[in-house]
């Protein structure tokens, strides 16, 4: 997980943040569904089995304090 590379550069204290699109367990519109699978067939996007648990789950095994909002597709998220 790229958050494994990410954990030795951040400093004690200091905050990660971030955005995914989430390609599994969600229900894109028409347009958004054509969108994501151009771009995950073009390698764009790697997300179509990105799901809010795995997300949360991973931040949490790596960060003692995780915040996750999902937003239709996109779930924001930050980790302490």
Same mark, same amino acid.
Do not use: C, W
């Given at each position: 997980?790229?958050? !494994?590379?990410?954990?030795?550069? #951040? $400093? &004690?204290?200091?905050?990660? @943040?971030? +955005?995914? #699109?989430?390609? !599994?367990?969600? &229900?894109?519109?028409?347009? $958004?569904?054509?969108? =994501?699978? %151009?771009? /995950?067939?073009? +390698?764009?996007? /790697?997300?179509?089995? !990105? /799901?809010?648990?795995? =997300?949360? !789950?991973? =931040?949490?095994?790596? @960060?003692?304090? %995780? /915040? %996750? $909002? &999902?937003?239709?597709? %996109?779930?924001? @998220?930050? $980790?302490?």
């Amino acid at each position: 997980m790229v958050l !494994d590379h990410l954990k030795p550069f #951040i $400093a &004690q204290g200091a905050m990660l @943040f971030g +955005a995914t #699109i989430l390609g !599994d367990g969600i &229900q894109p519109s028409g347009p $958004a569904s054509a969108l =994501l699978n %151009v771009y /995950n067939a073009k +390698a764009v996007f /790697n997300n179509t089995e !990105d /799901n809010l648990a795995a =997300l949360i !789950d991973g =931040l949490k095994q790596r @960060f003692e304090h %995780v /915040n %996750v $909002a &999902q937003h239709g597709l %996109v779930a924001l @998220f930050s $980790a302490r």
